[in-house]
């Protein structure tokens, strides 16, 4: 169905009403029609489906995580449209995507204007605002916490997609990394990491309290692009902190020793997987610790499930508190929470109001 050229149409087509869901919006407007990421995972299996999608003139990634960017392969059923995306990320575009660079700033997609800002999650990452109907503010993931990526608090925006992934969690960093430190008295021990994220903060706030760890190659190979390609996502002079990590780490080994990060975040691959065989420890505590979502289908689920690995989240997404500011500070009037379920959602809609939250995948406005 069109859209009459003064309404604006924001249809969640996946990432709405359930818990970690692959993200893909689409927005329609002036005449024009806009896929916002298209993604897989993280739970093993789940995709968008955008088969009542049609064509698009666009897709626009606000990064390159699996769940925002990873189901490029679907890009012909929405009819092969140009893939925007921030500079450093176009060479790790699938091959045969056409991809066309997202600046900082000011830009223009299918002719609806579109500024971008980071939104202190990941290298290459960028919050979204569509300058239509008031704006469409989309943010990705977003925290406003990380000792490593900037962030840029967005203009004012009448329609705000939020990342609510933590829902009415409200934990501040500060106690999580003190719960972190607790748990690293377990030698040795595992942290299996994603290497374009939570690795680089992990790394480089490990470096800054003076502790001794390895890496795997995955994430001295991370640590050197953004230091080299993506340093305008990073706060500060931490480019040349993350050089030096990349430089002086040890290796990680055939076996767990001391400290070690080692991706992929769900030992589903590379040298977590390699190493998560062999890093339990005889007494029983655990000698994994897994710092984020852990997806459902994957070795780390079952690890966890197994009481052989613990558990201590990494803040990477906005708590509640920042996102009752964000909407406060945007003048947002309707609010979309995403990545959660709708119990979740259900908790938080009172905490944003007078912004009213919407209760289904899909809204109009004009
Ligand atoms: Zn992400």
């Known amino acids: 169905m069109s859209v009459k050229t003064e309404d604006a149409r ?3 087509v996946s990432g709405f009403g359930g818990t970690k869901l692959p993200a893909c919006f689409l927005l329609e407007g002036r005449g024009s ?33 699996g769940d925002h960017a990873g ?7 929405v009819g092969d449209p140009p893939v925007y995306a921030a500079e450093p990320l176009l060479p790790r575009l699938p091959k045969g995507v056409q991809g ?41 993931d ?11 608090a967005p203009p004012r925006s009448r329609c705000v997609i939020l990342d609510a992934s933590y829902g009415t969690d409200d934990t501040p960093q500060e106690q999580r990394i003190a719960e972190f430190e607790a748990a690293l008295s377990s030698r040795p021990l ?73 991706a992929a975040a769900q030992c589903e691959k590379g ?24 997806s459902k289908g994957t070795p780390a689920a079952t690890l966890v499930a197994a009481g052989r690995a613990g558990y201590c989240c990494w803040n990477v997404h906005a708590r509640l508190s920042e996102n009752v500011d964000l909407v406060r500070s945007t003048g947002a009037e309707v609010v979309m929470p995403c990545f959660c379920d709708i119990p979740e959602v259900n908790r938080i809609a009172p905490l944003l109001a007078p912004a009213r939250t919407v209760t289904q995948n899909v809204f109009s406005w004009s």
């Open 10 to 12: 924001l249809t969640a």
């Open 33 to 65: 029609r806009i896929l916002i990421d298209l993604g897989e995972g993280p739970d093993e299996g789940v995709v968008a489906d955008v088969s009542g999608v049609g064509r698009v003139d666009a897709l626009v990634l606000s990064h390159g995580h």
């Open 71 to 77: 189901a490029l392969r679907l890009l012909p059923q």
């Open 100 to 140: 066309r660079p997202l600046s900082p700033g000011a830009n223009e997609i299918a002719g609806i204007p579109l500024v971008t800002g980071r939104p202190g999650h990941a290298p290459g990452a960028f919050w979204l605002r569509f300058g239509i109907g008031g704006g469409l503010l989309y943010m990705g």
């Open 142 to 152: 977003h925290c406003r916490e990380s000792c490593l990526f900037a962030y840029d």
């Open 190 to 262: 595992l942290l299996p990491l994603p290497a374009y994220g939570r690795a680089a903060e992990v790394a480089l706030h490990l470096a800054r309290s003076g502790r001794q760890f390895r890496v795997c190659e995955s994430i001295r190979a991370a640590l050197r692009w953004m230091a080299d390609t993506a340093a305008d996502w990073l706060c500060g002079d931490t480019a040349r902190e993350l050089l030096e990590v990349a430089n002086l780490a040890p290796p990680a080994g055939d076996e767990a020793d001391g400290l070690v990060l080692a």
């Open 271 to 294: 040298a977590s997987a390699r190493l998560a065989r062999g890093a339990i420890a005889g007494d029983g505590s655990p000698a994994i610790l897994f710092t984020g979502y852990v």
